[in-house]
């Protein structure tokens, strides 16, 4: 998704909920040559510590990107985390400076982006009919942001599904939710520039909240879009949920934001199900990302 400065103030003021990555410059002689950033959670995996490290493609292999990770190491221990994760594009140079400073490949992950211009409205209401009598116990709901407090709970425990999600060889504990963070999350989303809309789908006998999706506008852009978690909860899987949920987002979205062109989405390349989904609503791929890890000696 495109880039902004207001996307990246809220990236390193409000982080994804509420717990913010901290930012680092190298200068040479006045001129920055590379960044980096360090991220931590108080929530759940309170040994680990998320690394990013990025050069000016004028200033590498002078050893930058290797000055900036050990300011990063240093931080790290200061704060008790024993265990690294870092994130690169798929490239020969990201993967040979990952392995180079011990971290291992433990989880791909593939940026999909869909075009809205390209869309049958015809295919996808034929996609979103026949999925319709695999649901006939649940309907959709459009969610008000932000969550009124009474809601709050509810959303917990739907939003904890995502714990499902496949993390490969991560050494990654489940995360942990609960109402403060929901409310960090969503003011989060506005902080970074976005317009938010989250569509959830209710089973109707019980009441119970049993899936969601969630996606951002950018404010700044309108053109662009950014899907955040589609998670349906265990005990109402097999409905065809998040096809719907999905499809009846983009009916949303054309009413709201009918200047939208691009949504752009990430998934672990094993999560067979949710890509399955997704080329039914013609994502294309964009290019694939490694996640590395390595302990902390």
């Given at each position: 998704?495109?880039?902004?400065?207001?996307?990246?103030?809220?990236?390193?003021?409000?982080?994804?909920?509420?717990?913010?990555?901290?930012?680092?410059?190298?200068?040479?002689?006045?001129?920055?040559?590379?960044?980096?950033?360090?991220?931590?959670?108080?929530?759940?995996?309170?040994?680990?510590?998320?690394?990013?490290?990025?050069?000016?493609?004028?200033?590498?292999?002078?050893?930058?990107?290797?000055?900036?990770?050990?300011?990063?190491?240093?931080?790290?221990?200061?704060?008790?985390?024993?265990?690294?994760?870092?994130?690169?594009?798929?490239?020969?140079?990201?993967?040979?400076?990952?392995?180079?400073?011990?971290?291992?490949?433990?989880?791909?992950?593939?940026?999909?982006?869909?075009?809205?211009?390209?869309?049958?409205?015809?295919?996808?209401?034929?996609?979103?009919?026949?999925?319709?009598?695999?649901?006939?116990?649940?309907?959709?709901?459009?969610?008000?942001?932000?969550?009124?407090?009474?809601?709050?709970?509810?959303?917990?425990?739907m939003s904890s599904s995502i714990n499902d999600?496949?993390?490969?060889?991560?050494?990654?504990?489940?995360?942990?939710?609960?109402?403060?963070?929901?409310?960090?999350?969503?003011?989060?989303?506005?902080?970074?520039?976005?317009?938010?809309?989250?569509?959830?789908?209710?089973?109707?006998?019980?009441?119970?909240?049993?899936g969601q999706t969630c996606v951002g506008v950018?404010?700044?852009?309108?053109?662009?879009?950014?899907?955040?978690?589609?998670?349906?909860?265990?005990?109402?899987?097999?409905?065809?949920?998040?096809?719907?949920?999905?499809?009846?987002?983009?009916?949303?979205?054309?009413?709201?934001?009918?200047?939208?062109?691009?949504?752009?989405?990430?998934?672990?390349?094993?999560?067979?199900?949710?890509?399955?989904?997704?080329?039914?609503?013609?994502?294309?791929?964009?290019?694939?990302?490694?996640?590395?890890?390595?302990?902390?000696?």
């Open positions: 998704m495109r880039e902004t400065v207001l996307r990246a103030q809220g990236r390193f003021r409000h982080g994804w909920d509420g717990e913010p990555e901290s930012p680092y410059l190298l200068r040479v002689g006045g001129t920055v040559v590379a960044w980096g950033s360090i991220a931590t959670s108080d929530y759940d995996n309170l040994d680990l510590a998320f690394l990013t490290v990025g050069v000016h493609p004028d200033h590498r292999r002078r050893g930058h990107g290797t000055a900036v990770l050990d300011v990063l190491y240093a931080e790290a221990r200061r704060r008790g985390r024993t265990s690294l994760v870092a994130e690169a594009w798929e490239s020969a140079a990201g993967d040979g400076f990952a392995v180079r400073h011990g971290f291992e490949r433990r989880l791909a992950a593939v940026n999909r982006r869909q075009l809205l211009g390209e869309l049958d409205p015809a295919a996808l209401d034929k996609a979103y009919d026949a999925a319709l009598p695999h649901a006939a116990d649940y309907a959709l709901e459009r969610w008000p942001t932000p969550t009124p407090d009474d809601r709050l709970d509810d959303l917990v425990v999600a496949p993390t490969d060889d991560l050494d990654y504990e489940d995360e942990v939710f609960s109402p403060e963070r929901m409310r960090a999350y969503e003011e989060a989303w506005v902080a970074r520039g976005l317009r938010p809309y989250r569509l959830v789908a209710r089973h109707l006998p019980s009441g119970e909240l049993a950018l404010e700044s852009d309108p053109t662009w879009g950014q899907q955040d978690d589609t998670t349906v909860t265990r005990p109402h899987r097999g409905h065809r949920l998040g096809l719907l949920l999905k499809i009846g987002m983009l009916r949303w979205l054309a009413e709201a934001e009918p200047a939208l062109e691009r949504i752009d989405t990430w998934n672990a390349e094993s999560n067979d199900h949710m890509i399955t989904v997704n080329e039914v609503l013609g994502y294309r791929v964009m290019g694939r990302e490694w996640a590395y890890q390595r302990s902390l000696g």
